[in-house]
């Protein structure tokens, strides 16, 4: 009998820690949150591996020298386990050697937080300010709740870049199954967000732009979901949603206010007149806003051109410019859960369901989806529905 090799705790924290490395680069954005929510001018994302604490990510740090895992933040924090703020650096031994403390940044203030990955602590978030503080327990409770969200954000983009889901359920009480769990937290987050907005001064100034933000990605998302539900709980065979006469143009259009182009690559292209269709126009949207999110994603900061149009039949093309899809995974695209090889190697976001769900809305409006690419020359998606007569 074959006895397995056991894992030293050590390489088992190590093994997932590389595993977080490999996911950790698609937040780009938590320095900043951490950084602004904490009112301090530098913060950091350190993650073991080979016996060092490596800086994967820094914000305001203008020397970021590795240090031994011994000495590490890392190791501090994982010795409770918890969230650690130290007011003066310099008087606590375990850091008072540390190169931010004795080097050009001068460190004095600092927080840590842990940061796991399937159990093991693997790294920490931390941040700085070289003037000491007293007010402490605002960092701790911003801090730990920022690092969690970075941690279901790894854990998540990591599971679904390496991980294949089991094709053996069934598919669409997959897609229920998430879009009801995200469900119930967002009516939390607006709950709360609508608690902050109606209380006079709850909201620091400065502040009320980022909450706009977030109110406004909260209700979008809320849509998304209560429209992606509406479509995979509709059979097939029968028509799908609500349908009604409307113009493909004005769909369009709502597709893109809802997704916010503000890099102003959308290039659309609307007739002059209405194109009459009949169908859902919220389920049409979601499908329309797949697409339009696709090519700004994979379109490589080029323009992406939507034109709606009314003959031979009415249809919305959506077309980017980005490196495009190789022949033998043009045919399987838009199965479910199915991702590209480049999106997996670039650890895009996504669970691969928007082709998915564009498909099938398209289909049960009575229409279809057709993709068209040629590598190097972007991917083109064309919904194509029935002519609708109006007398």
């Known amino acids: ?106 460190v004095r203030f600092l927080g840590a937080a842990p940061l796991h990955h399937n159990g093991q602590i693997v790294g920490a978030l931390c941040v700085f300010d070289d003037t000491p503080r007293r007010n402490m327990d605002a960092t701790i409770r911003l801090l730990s709740r920022i690092a969690r969200r970075v941690d279901a954000e790894t854990g998540l983009r990591h599971l679904v870049a390496n991980r294949a889901f089991p094709m053996a359920v069934d598919q669409d009480d997959v897609v229920s199954a998430i879009s009801h769990e995200i469900r119930t937290p967002l009516a939390s987050i607006r709950g709360n967000l609508e608690l902050l907005t109606d209380t006079p001064g709850a909201i620091s100034p400065g502040f009320e732009r980022r909450v706009d933000a977030i109110t406004r990605n909260a209700d979008r998302l809320c849509r998304t979901v209560e429209n992606l539900l509406r ?55 979601v499908a329309v806003g797949h697409l339009i999110s696709n090519a700004l994603c994979f379109g490589e900061d080029k323009p992406v051109e939507v034109v709606v149009e009314a003959c031979p039949q009415p249809s919305v093309t959506v077309r980017d410019h ?30 691969g369901l928007g082709l998915s769900i564009s498909r099938r809305i398209a289909q049960a409006q009575g229409g279809g989806l057709r993709l068209e690419s040629v590598p190097g020359s972007g991917v083109t998606a064309r919904i194509v529905l029935p002519a609708t007569h109006v007398l």
Request: aromatic share 2%.
């Open 1 to 106: 009998m074959t006895v397995p090799a056991t894992i030293s705790p050590a390489e088992g924290r190590f093994s997932e820690a590389e595993h977080y490395r490999a996911a950790v680069a698609e937040v780009p954005e938590v320095l900043e949150l951490a950084a602004e929510a904490c009112q301090v001018p530098m913060a950091a994302l350190k993650v073991i591996g080979g016996g060092a604490a490596h800086f994967a990510a820094t914000l305001g740090i203008r020397t970021a020298v590795d240090v031994p895992q011994s000495m590490s933040l890392c190791d501090v924090v994982a010795a409770t386990n918890d969230t650690m703020v130290v007011r003066d650096a310099t008087t606590d031994p375990r850091l008072s050697t540390h190169p931010l403390v004795r080097g050009a940044e001068h």
């Open 231 to 285: 479509a995979v709980n509709q059979q097939m065979h029968e028509p799908v949603g609500e349908r009604q006469l409307v113009d493909l143009g004005a769909v369009v259009t709502a597709a893109l206010a809802g997704i916010g182009d503000r890099t102003g690559r959308v290039r659309a292209s609307l007739p002059a007149g209405q194109v009459w269709v009949t169908a859902d126009p919220r389920l049409l949207e």
């Open 322 to 351: 980005g490196q495009g899809i190789p022949e033998g995974e043009l045919a399987m695209l838009g199965a479910p859960f199915l991702r590209g090889d480049d999106a997996v190697l670039a650890q895009a976001p996504g669970l």
